[in-house]
């Protein structure tokens, strides 16, 4: 293969920096040229004189740090694709990186399949655009899509460049079309946005349309094509019938924008074509149930705060509640992926240890970032999420250094939440995701009593307590309690108290 980029790794630990040079290098032998660098003011020269195309730097180093490093190649203008080395407490210092144009992030210890994944993808961009700028394919795909989509305030050079260029003005008639994309690697990605331009191709000029310019990129999880025809929009539209029932009948969710056909509105056809997916997200059954705005939010701060705590099950129930409230509500889609993860930044900042485990997740199975991005319905999103949610407690739970102290107050929160039921080893067991006869040592060893023993004393200890502020029979506080059965309430009391329940009465 042709050598297509030139990657440049800075890092300030020799270790790390020759060890991953060493590793890329290995990886990318026949498409890239590495070099590598101790600090920020050096790679700063190396970019002033040599053609970069992807930067892998870390945040903290001597000289110039990685911020700073950042900071330059923006104000210089330079043209490279970024990604930051960090350590899991530096998540401020990401944010800075995310907002100064780096394109990723990475942990350290740095995963070298999640960097060969992003190195990949970026490789594949770095592909359409050298095909862009020698006029091979008449599109944009990385700038211009998404600044016309959104309605930027104030137009780029390279916006005004490219209506210049094709003589477009505000009433320049247009078609635009997305096809909503499913959970794929980048390298399918990359083969499915070819397959859908030479499909497109194939279809307008089959159909003899003429056309000043196409502008393909992603947009929202889609791929988005504008058409700017030659010929009148009837025959565009009519040839991009039979572009979709094609698609269509190959499983391809597509819809064309049936309105706006014109340039100024651009952004109104697009939102037309997400509503359109949107009203296939919501398959979830229909509850009941009315919901409001304010329920919904509760469900997320709750949400957030068990989370925070390791509380899996309630975790998960609000999540259910969650996902039944927007199901009903319907709000748009891009709404509800915004509050999913703005939901994960919070957790971050209450509790940071979750930074580590999302970071180690991202290109895994577990990118519960990518999931809430590009899950095609409601129902994938939420059984993708329940599975994610029991894998990151779990890896969180692994790496707390006082592992066993957590799991002790974990298994006693679930035993207070829980006492009045029928709850088995088992079930506490899994709550803390231990082996049933290791939790059963480790409970016995912390506590100095038996699981069932602990039970007992609570629930004793809560029949006590409904004796002397109620007027409830005995039978019913058994009941209440946890024993179906009033003489096993009866010994077990004994047992625990010395006493029978009549003695902690009122008097009156």
């Given at each position: 293969?042709?050598?297509?980029?030139?990657?440049?790794?800075?890092?300030?630990?020799?270790?790390?920096?020759?060890?991953?040079?060493?590793?890329?290098?290995?990886?990318?032998?026949?498409?890239?040229?590495?070099?590598?660098?101790?600090?920020?003011?050096?790679?700063?020269?190396?970019?002033?004189?040599?053609?970069?195309?992807?930067?892998?730097?870390?945040?903290?180093?001597?000289?110039?740090?990685?911020?700073?490093?950042?900071?330059?190649?923006?104000?210089?203008?330079?043209?490279?694709?970024?990604?930051?080395?960090?350590?899991?407490?530096?998540?401020?210092?990401?944010?800075?990186?995310?907002?100064?144009?780096?394109?990723?992030?990475?942990?350290?210890?740095?995963?070298?399949?999640?960097?060969?994944?992003?190195?990949?993808?970026?490789?594949?961009?770095?592909?359409?655009?050298?095909?862009?700028?020698?006029?091979?394919?008449?599109?944009?795909?990385?700038?211009?899509?998404?600044?016309?989509?959104?309605?930027?305030?104030?137009?780029?050079?390279?916006?005004?460049?490219?209506?210049?260029?094709?003589?477009?003005?505000?009433?320049?008639?247009?078609?635009?079309?997305?096809?909503?994309?499913?959970?794929?690697?980048?390298?399918?990605?990359?083969?499915?946005?070819?397959?859908?331009?030479?499909?497109?191709?194939?279809?307008?000029?089959?159909?003899?349309?003429?056309?000043?310019?196409?502008?393909?990129?992603?947009?929202?999880?889609?791929?988005?094509?504008?058409?700017?025809?030659?010929?009148?929009?009837?025959?565009?539209?009519?040839?991009?019938?039979?572009?979709?029932?094609?698609?269509?009948?190959?499983?391809?969710?597509?819809?064309?924008?049936?309105?706006?056909?014109?340039?100024?509105?651009?952004?109104?056809?697009?939102?037309?074509?997400?509503?359109?997916?949107?009203?296939?997200?919501?398959?979830?059954?229909?509850?009941?149930?009315?919901?409001?705005?304010?329920?919904?939010?509760?469900?997320?701060?709750?949400?957030?705060?068990?989370?925070?705590?390791?509380?899996?099950?309630?975790?998960?129930?609000?999540?259910?509640?969650?996902?039944?409230?927007?199901?009903?509500?319907?709000?748009?889609?891009?709404?509800?992926?915004?509050?999913?993860?703005?939901?994960?930044?919070?957790?971050?900042?209450?509790?940071?240890?979750?930074?580590?485990?999302?970071?180690?997740?991202?290109?895994?199975?577990?990118?519960?970032?990518?999931?809430?991005?590009?899950?095609?319905?409601?129902?994938?999103?939420?059984?993708?999420?329940?599975?994610?949610?029991?894998?990151?407690?779990?890896?969180?739970?692994?790496?707390?250094?006082?592992?066993?102290?957590?799991?002790?107050?974990?298994?006693?929160?679930?035993?207070?939440?829980?006492?009045?039921?029928?709850?088995?080893?088992?079930?506490?067991?899994?709550?803390?995701?231990?082996?049933?006869?290791?939790?059963?040592?480790?409970?016995k060893n912390s506590v100095g009593l038996t699981y069932r023993e602990y039970l007992r004393n609570y629930r004793i200890s809560q029949a006590i307590r409904l004796l002397s502020e109620t007027d409830m029979k005995i039978y019913e506080i058994a009941q209440v309690v946890g024993y179906s059965d009033s003489a096993h309430f009866l010994r077990a009391f004994k047992t625990v108290t010395g006493?029978?329940?009549?003695?902690?009465?009122?008097?009156?």
């Open positions: 293969m042709k050598k297509i980029c030139y990657i440049l790794i800075v890092d300030d630990d020799p270790v790390i920096r020759e060890g991953l040079a060493a590793e890329v290098s290995k990886e990318f032998k026949d498409s890239a040229e590495i070099l590598s660098c101790k600090n920020g003011a050096i790679a700063a020269e190396l970019l002033k004189c040599n053609t970069i195309d992807i930067l892998i730097t870390d945040i903290k180093m001597p000289a110039m740090s990685g911020i700073e490093l950042l900071t330059f190649i923006q104000a210089r203008h330079i043209h490279c694709k970024s990604i930051v080395l960090s350590s899991y407490d530096d998540f401020n210092l990401v944010r800075d990186a995310m907002k100064l144009g780096a394109c990723d992030y990475l942990l350290k210890p740095v995963d070298l399949s999640s960097l060969y994944q992003l190195i990949y993808k970026m490789q594949s961009q770095l592909i359409l655009e050298q095909k862009n700028a020698s006029g091979s394919i008449p599109l944009d795909t990385y700038g211009l899509i998404d600044a016309y989509l959104t309605q930027s305030r104030e137009k780029s050079a390279e916006m005004l460049a490219f209506e210049e260029r094709y003589d477009i003005t505000k009433t320049t008639p247009c078609i635009l079309g997305c096809i909503k994309l499913q959970t794929y690697s980048s390298q399918k990605l990359f083969a499915l946005h070819e397959y859908f331009r030479s499909e497109l191709y194939e279809h307008l000029n089959r159909s003899h349309v003429h056309y000043s310019v196409i502008l393909c990129g992603e947009a929202s999880s889609c791929f988005v094509f504008i058409i700017f025809p030659e010929t009148d929009l009837a025959l565009c539209a009519n040839s991009l019938e039979c572009f979709t029932k094609k698609l269509t009948d190959e499983s391809f969710n597509i819809k064309i924008s049936t309105h706006f056909h014109t340039f100024e509105l651009l952004s109104h056809a697009f939102k037309e074509c997400l509503s359109y997916f949107d009203l296939s997200y919501y398959d979830l059954p229909d509850s009941p149930h009315t919901y409001s705005l304010q329920s919904k939010n509760d469900c997320i701060h709750k949400l957030i705060d068990a989370l925070s705590t390791y509380d899996l099950k309630s975790s998960l129930t609000c999540l259910d509640k969650y996902f039944d409230e927007i199901n009903s509500q319907k709000p748009p889609v891009d709404d509800i992926k915004k509050e999913l993860s703005h939901c994960l930044y919070e957790l971050i900042k209450i509790n940071p240890k979750y930074i580590e485990v999302l970071g180690k997740s991202k290109f895994t199975d577990y990118d519960i970032f990518h999931q809430i991005e590009t899950a095609p319905s409601l129902s994938f999103l939420k059984k993708q999420l329940f599975n994610t949610l029991n894998h990151l407690v779990k890896e969180v739970l692994n790496i707390l250094p006082n592992k066993e102290d957590c799991i002790i107050s974990k298994a006693k929160s679930y035993i207070k939440d829980n006492y009045n039921d029928c709850i088995t080893l088992e079930d506490i067991a899994a709550h803390v995701y231990l082996n049933k006869n290791y939790f059963s040592a480790l409970f006493q029978k329940p009549e003695y902690y009465k009122p008097k009156h």
